[in-house]
Protein backbone atom coordinates (compact mmCIF):
# COMPACT_ATOMS: atom_id res chain seq x y z
CA UNK A 1 0.00 0.00 0.00
CA UNK A 2 1.26 3.18 -1.06
CA UNK A 3 0.66 6.34 1.25
CA UNK A 4 0.39 9.17 -0.44
CA UNK A 5 0.88 12.19 1.85
CA UNK A 6 -0.25 15.12 0.06
CA UNK A 7 1.97 16.98 1.75
CA UNK A 8 -0.49 20.34 2.78
CA UNK A 9 2.39 21.57 5.05
CA UNK A 10 3.96 24.15 2.49
CA UNK A 11 4.96 25.94 5.49
CA UNK A 12 8.56 26.53 4.48
CA UNK A 13 10.14 27.87 7.29
CA UNK A 14 12.64 30.05 5.60
CA UNK A 15 11.44 33.15 3.17
CA UNK A 16 8.08 32.41 5.69
CA UNK A 17 6.07 35.85 4.45
CA UNK A 18 6.22 38.26 7.94
CA UNK A 19 3.69 40.91 8.49
CA UNK A 20 3.46 43.39 11.22
CA UNK A 21 -0.11 43.62 13.37
CA UNK A 22 -1.98 46.67 12.47
CA UNK A 23 -3.19 46.45 16.40
CA UNK A 24 0.16 45.65 18.35
CA UNK A 25 2.96 46.39 16.08
CA UNK A 26 4.17 42.69 16.37
CA UNK A 27 5.87 40.59 13.83
CA UNK A 28 4.73 37.37 13.32
CA UNK A 29 4.27 34.86 10.58
CA UNK A 30 1.48 36.39 7.82
CA UNK A 31 -0.11 32.76 8.28
CA UNK A 32 -0.91 33.72 11.85
CA UNK A 33 -2.30 37.33 11.03
CA UNK A 34 -5.86 37.79 9.53
CA UNK A 35 -5.49 40.10 6.10
CA UNK A 36 -8.32 42.93 5.67
CA UNK A 37 -9.01 45.18 3.06
CA UNK A 38 -10.47 48.35 2.81
CA UNK A 39 -13.83 48.75 0.02
CA UNK A 40 -15.32 51.78 -0.39
CA UNK A 41 -18.32 52.27 0.45
CA UNK A 42 -21.25 54.50 0.81
CA UNK A 43 -20.21 57.09 3.53
CA UNK A 44 -16.74 56.13 3.83
CA UNK A 45 -14.41 52.46 3.64
CA UNK A 46 -15.62 49.06 5.28
CA UNK A 47 -12.79 46.60 6.53
CA UNK A 48 -13.42 43.78 5.37
CA UNK A 49 -11.85 40.62 6.05
CA UNK A 50 -9.54 38.40 4.01
CA UNK A 51 -9.01 34.88 5.21
CA UNK A 52 -7.86 33.31 1.73
CA UNK A 53 -6.06 36.51 0.87
CA UNK A 54 -7.74 36.97 -2.54
CA UNK A 55 -8.85 40.35 -2.35
CA UNK A 56 -7.02 42.64 -4.42
CA UNK A 57 -5.83 46.12 -3.21
CA UNK A 58 -4.01 46.69 -0.38
CA UNK A 59 -4.16 45.09 2.79
CA UNK A 60 -3.69 45.16 6.27
CA UNK A 61 -2.20 42.64 8.39
CA UNK A 62 -4.19 41.56 12.35
CA UNK A 63 -3.96 39.10 14.96
CA UNK A 64 -6.95 37.63 14.92
CA UNK A 65 -7.93 38.91 18.53
CA UNK A 66 -10.22 41.23 19.53
CA UNK A 67 -7.15 43.36 21.92
CA UNK A 68 -5.48 43.72 18.49
CA UNK A 69 -8.28 45.08 16.26
CA UNK A 70 -9.42 47.35 19.65
CA UNK A 71 -5.73 49.01 19.70
CA UNK A 72 -6.03 49.00 15.20
CA UNK A 73 -9.37 51.23 16.15
CA UNK A 74 -8.31 53.43 18.85
CA UNK A 75 -4.79 54.71 17.15
CA UNK A 76 -6.48 54.61 13.46
CA UNK A 77 -3.53 52.23 11.82
CA UNK A 78 -6.27 51.14 9.47
CA UNK A 79 -6.92 54.09 7.69
CA UNK A 80 -2.96 54.33 7.47
CA UNK A 81 -2.41 50.68 6.76
CA UNK A 82 -4.67 50.73 4.06
CA UNK A 83 -4.05 54.49 2.96
CA UNK A 84 -7.19 55.54 3.06
CA UNK A 85 -9.45 58.16 5.01
CA UNK A 86 -12.74 58.95 6.14
CA UNK A 87 -14.72 57.02 7.83
CA UNK A 88 -13.58 53.24 8.33
CA UNK A 89 -16.58 50.56 9.14
CA UNK A 90 -14.83 47.89 10.59
CA UNK A 91 -18.02 46.19 12.28
CA UNK A 92 -17.21 43.37 9.73
CA UNK A 93 -13.73 42.44 11.12
CA UNK A 94 -15.05 43.37 14.90
CA UNK A 95 -18.35 40.84 13.77
CA UNK A 96 -15.30 37.63 12.56
CA UNK A 97 -13.07 38.43 15.76
CA UNK A 98 -15.79 38.60 18.82
CA UNK A 99 -14.75 36.47 21.02
CA UNK A 100 -16.35 35.88 24.75
CA UNK A 101 -14.43 37.83 26.98
CA UNK A 102 -14.80 36.56 30.17
CA UNK A 103 -14.77 33.28 29.34
CA UNK A 104 -11.44 32.85 30.71
CA UNK A 105 -10.95 30.13 27.52
CA UNK A 106 -9.42 32.35 24.74
CA UNK A 107 -11.16 31.45 21.72
CA UNK A 108 -10.47 34.11 19.48
CA UNK A 109 -9.04 31.68 16.73
CA UNK A 110 -12.26 28.91 16.53
CA UNK A 111 -14.33 30.68 14.52
CA UNK A 112 -12.36 31.60 11.42
CA UNK A 113 -9.09 29.02 11.44
CA UNK A 114 -10.94 26.00 9.95
CA UNK A 115 -8.27 26.50 7.08
CA UNK A 116 -4.99 27.19 8.69
ZN1 LIG B 1 -1.49 42.02 17.29
Redesign the pocket.
Known amino acids: MVQRESSKSQLVRSGSPVRT??????R?LAVE?LRVVARAAVDGYAVVPDPQRRLAGRGAW??P?P??LN??IRRRAFGAALRVSGHLDISAVAQMLEAPRDSGVNTAGESYTSKR
Open positions: CVGCREALLHDGCRA
